[in-house]
């Protein structure tokens, strides 16, 4: 494809994944800044309250996820970006200036509901824009920049901590009251950044065709591939067009789809149920659990965030020349092997430096794999029509998985211990693996029409 405008497709394709970056952000920034707003909140004693300043935000997940959906094929794909700018926005700056509990909790659900419905779009809309050729590599972006986000929290999160406590860990008053302020504040530049770019990037060309607006979706598909790419693409979609129904709630259960809706809603529980998340969530328990002193975890949380971001690389670069289904099944396996021998450490109690390269590992094979490759999947295999609500739902789900994921680690933990909880995930990433084998077609070099076409027969 000869004409291909790669440059356009990559700054509109980054300009909808600075979603991924600040849900990346929004998501992990306050693991490092719960040591510093419990004690001003007076939380350290009710572990309730803790836990619903850990996890309040995902009730904004899931209302965002599912109200997204329909609302981006309602109204559009940019609008849908426009308003999480917003809301990312209005919780940085309201989260870190926040001096009661409850105005915490509500702009944390603000930034939960930016979360959910950026996680839902952004990935849809590179998916829309970019041709099949380079499609996947292209949607691994959005999880790129979720992962540069997660880093970037890491990092911000540790320069300010060691800033404000004099590079030590004793907490002081002036600490306690301004490090996780601005922890939340430095994520409203690129929220700002985010809105105003937004603006710029075109709407989704097949969203335009889709809705009777053809000849806007044709100078978008003429800048982005040339007169001839534009033609076919518009040629399939009206191929498609004697098939689209109007959208309701059954609709999304109709026999013809059913199928491909149960394989996004099990690949987006099975992306969460793997377990790789609570390495994050709960970074500073499984590290000490390994026997790593307070003053290395932080250090050893920003080694995980950096192996995160070079295998994601590593997946774009991979993406459209091994296929997805090669990279999920090599990424299940692969999880499914190392938390075996990692449950096993844990039960001989192996600690120190294996422990750290083991959970290396684990990051490694998930960031190149499941992490990326669920989004990649699922922005492909819904028909245009019901994309966004499919993807709502399959993304509802995802954010259920996660919460059961933080909530029952805990429990998990404390009955099974570190090994036992381990051997439970590797068991689900056996699972995941033989479904993957078994369902997931390849979708590695086909438009998004063919796709439907083959999937939906």
């Not at 690949?267 to 609570?278: E, K, M, P, S």
């Not at 499941?370 to 699922?378: C, R």
């Not at 259920?400 to 680690?409: D, G, H, K, M």
């Not at 051997?423 to 438009?447: D, H, M, N, Q």
Request: glycine letters at 10%; hydrophobic letters at 55%; charged letters at 15%.
């Amino acid at each position: 494809m000869k004409q291909t405008n790669m440059f356009y497709i990559l700054l509109i394709s980054l300009v909808s994944a600075m979603g991924g970056l600040l849900f990346g952000y929004d998501w992990v920034v306050i693991g490092g800044a719960k040591i510093f707003y419990e004690p001003f909140f007076g939380l350290e004693g009710l572990p309730a309250m803790r836990g619903w300043a850990m996890s309040c935000a995902l009730v904004g997940c899931l209302a965002g996820a599912l109200l997204a959906g329909m609302w981006s094929d309602r109204y559009g794909r940019k609008k849908m970006l426009i308003i999480a700018s917003v809301l990312f926005t209005v919780s940085a700056v309201g989260v870190g200036a926040a001096n009661g509990f409850a105005w915490f909790v509500i702009y944390r659900i603000v930034g939960g509901f930016g979360i959910g419905i950026a996680s839902n779009v952004s990935p849809i809309y590179i998916a829309e824009v970019a041709p099949s050729s380079i499609r996947g590599r292209f949607v691994s972006l959005n999880q790129l920049t979720i992962v540069l986000g997660i880093l970037a929290a890491q990092i911000v999160n540790w320069a300010i901590a060691r800033h404000f406590t004099a590079g030590g860990e004793t907490l002081n008053p002036q600490s306690v009251e301004w490090a996780w302020r601005w922890m939340f504040w430095v994520g409203a530049v690129p929220a700002v950044v985010f809105f105003v770019l937004s603006f710029v990037i075109p709407e989704s060309p097949r969203w335009l065709a889709v809705n009777g607006r053809e000849e806007a979706a044709r100078k978008t598909f003429v800048r982005i591939g040339g007169g001839q790419y534009a033609e076919e693409a518009l040629q399939e979609i009206r191929q498609l067009s004697g098939r689209k129904e109007k959208l309701s709630l059954k609709s999304l259960f109709h026999p013809s789809v059913r199928r491909v809706l149960v394989i996004g809603v099990v690949l987006a529980v099975f992306q969460q149920w793997c377990g790789i998340n609570v390495i994050f969530n709960y970074a500073h328990e499984i590290f000490s659990a390994a026997g790593y002193a307070v003053s290395d975890v932080l250090m050893n949380i920003v080694v995980t965030g950096v192996t995160n971001v070079l295998f994601t690389l590593l997946a774009v670069y991979t993406v459209d020349r091994w296929g997805r289904r090669a990279l999920m099944t090599m990424g299940s396996a692969g999880l499914a092997v190392i938390y075996a021998v990692l449950g096993t450490a844990y039960y001989f109690e192996v600690s120190g430096m294996v422990m750290l390269i083991l959970v290396v590992l684990a990051i490694a094979a998930y960031a190149m794999s499941l992490a990326p490759i669920v989004w990649v999947v699922l922005s492909e295999i819904f028909p245009t029509r019901l994309r966004g609500a499919m993807m709502a739902l399959s993304t509802f789900c995802l954010w259920a998985a996660s919460f059961v994921l933080t909530y029952t680690f805990p429990l998990l933990n404390e009955w099974l211990k570190a090994s036992g909880t381990f051997w439970v995930y590797g068991g689900i990433c056996l699972a995941g693996f033989f479904f993957i084998l078994r369902y997931l077609p390849e979708t590695k070099g086909k438009s998004l029409e063919q796709i439907e076409n083959e999937i939906t027969k």
